[in-house]
């Protein structure tokens, strides 16, 4: 069993920056894979970015060279990074894990307005 719980989330101007957090109850080094997701209002979850345990990447296309998955072993701890925030980035944003059973937070909120 993992437990999982995203901080970081909140509004923000076009243009700004947010960084999410990702806390395990549990360390993370065995996770298969750690991603991120987001589900706009009215819209369906989808995929923003992954990071396996051998450190590969994944980035939806509308995110890339905006946003920055990565993951710190020692504090089990998974982050996403999103700079140039733009008020289509607005969403809840949840942290999922597969360590061969799938495991989600319970979800942050970020809001993109001016």
């Known amino acids: 069993q993992v437990h999982l719980v995203e901080s970081g989330g909140g509004l923000a101007q076009p243009g700004g920056s947010l960084r999410l957090s990702c806390a395990a109850s549990?360390?993370?080094?065995?996770?298969?894979?750690m991603g991120w997701y987001r589900q706009p209002p009215g819209k369906e979850r989808n995929l923003v970015a992954s990071?396996?345990?051998?450190?590969?990447?994944a980035y939806v296309s509308s995110v890339k060279g905006r946003f920055t998955i990565s993951r710190d072993n020692a504090k089990n701890t998974v982050y996403l990074q999103m700079n140039s925030l733009k008020p289509e980035d607005t969403a809840v944003y949840y942290c999922?894990?597969?360590?061969?059973?799938?495991?989600w937070g319970q979800g942050t909120q970020v809001t993109v307005s001016s």
């Open positions: 990071i396996t345990r051998g450190g590969s990447l």
């Open positions: 999922r894990v597969n360590d061969g059973s799938i495991y």
């Open positions: 549990r360390s993370i080094s065995s996770f298969v894979v």
